[in-house]
């Protein structure tokens, strides 16, 4: 969870965890900032849950049982799903302790912080790989299919576990650092740094977070989005309508992104600004600071609930599979339908040599598409 808590130094802005924030030399009462989280996190986190989990449960589920993974985007799909349905599993505990403080022990909240930060990293660096893979699909891959053979399955293996492996490097300081602290009236769990480390680790950090887990997903995004549009505006042989959809999808991902995730970098260098140049001095605008910081990561974790509507429900073909285990659980329920309309997957097959349309509903067919 982003705390921003610096030890020893009377100079420095602490978050609303601690119950008075020494603002140069004088004390800064947070007990409204406090009261402030107590009712809106957890009703955010509480919403988060009920639409993340639904979501990303039944993209997992569908995935393991009934789709047959071909490519990468397929296989970074699942892995996001698993990292967000992880991170919305910690959000209970972090809305617990809005209200009542962390009441778990200091090993609960070292895993907590942990697999929040970890998750959190990965989910970004994943929309980054699927960015990447779709672009490889459509504008590189010179025939339109690609194998699914072992060794193609151990490369998927291995761009999953540099990226988990990433992702747990972000986290690692949450375990290591994170402790429960007696805040005054209350127990928290937060991240406390050795002083003669404090600022500097703490400056390091965010800004690494911002790089990683922002700027270079995003710029990634740019460009790879950007070269598959252009590819899919000047494909021949695509009826118009459907360049036109692929491209509202490849829009929709980045805008989305850009919404869910800019305001908390922007809140998140801000703070890492005051900590290296102590530039907050007044009590006031260090709590909007803190407000700021605790809306716009609500707001950030929301793009684990868009994920699936994103990534995996858009695709006529997903839609077509979560059909037919509705289908099948309604037979197996003893509810015979009579028909479900099973949307045939529609997929753009693009090169940089020809344009192609392909059109299939198999489940077996081992193509290199940007499925829309």
């Known amino acids: 969870m982003d705390f921003d808590l610096v ?23 947070k007990e409204d900032v406090r009261s402030f989280a107590g009712i809106f996190l957890p009703v955010i986190y509480a919403l988060a849950l009920v639409v993340g989990l639904a979501g990303n449960a039944l993209v997992v589920v569908v995935y393991t049982s009934r789709v047959r993974v071909r490519t990468l985007t397929d296989v970074c799909i699942l892995n996001l799903a698993i990292s967000d349905l992880l991170l919305l599993l910690t959000l209970p505990f972090w809305a617990a302790d809005a209200v009542h403080g962390w009441m778990l022990g200091s090993a609960a909240c070292k895993l907590t ?14 929309l980054a790989c699927i960015s990447v893979d779709r672009y490889r699909a459509v504008a590189q891959n010179p025939t339109g299919r690609t194998g699914t053979g072992p060794r193609v399955r151990r490369q998927w293996f291995l761009v999953c576990l540099v ?10 300081p949450e375990l290591i650092f994170s402790t429960v602290k007696h805040s005054h009236h209350r127990m928290a769990c937060t991240a406390r740094y050795p002083p003669s480390m404090a600022r500097p680790a703490k400056a390091a950090l965010e800004l690494l977070e911002v790089i990683l887990r922002f700027l270079l997903p995003f710029l990634v995004m740019i460009v790879c989005y950007s070269l598959v549009g252009r590819a899919l505006s000047q494909a021949v042989g695509v009826r118009r309508d459907r360049k036109w ?14 919404l869910t995730q800019l305001p908390y ?21 260090s709590k909007r600071l803190d407000r700021a910081i605790q809306v716009t990561e609500s707001l950030a974790l929301t793009h684990a609930c868009i994920n699936p ?11 077509g599979h979560v059909l037919k285990a509705i289908k099948h659980l309604g037979q197996r329920l003893g509810r015979h339908p009579r028909h479900v309309n099973e949307e045939p997957a529609v997929e753009i097959a693009l090169n940089t040599c020809t344009q192609t349309q392909s059109q299939s509903g198999s489940e077996d067919q081992d193509t290199s598409t940007f499925t829309i």
């Open 7 to 29: 030890d020893g130094d009377s100079g420095s802005n602490d978050s609303y965890d601690d119950d008075y924030d020494y603002i140069v030399h004088s004390i800064c009462d």
């Open 113 to 126: 912080s942990f697999l929040y930060s970890t998750n959190f990293s990965c989910g970004m660096l994943l």
């Open 163 to 172: 990226l988990w492996s990433v992702a747990s490097f972000l986290g690692l």
């Open 245 to 258: 959809r692929a491209l509202r999808v490849l829009l929709a991902v980045v805008a989305v992104f850009l």
């Open 265 to 285: 970098n922007v809140v998140k260098l801000c703070r890492a600004m005051d900590v290296i140049y102590l530039l907050v001095t007044d009590c006031q605008v």
């Open 309 to 319: 509507l994103l990534y995996a429900f858009i695709g006529s073909s997903f839609r």
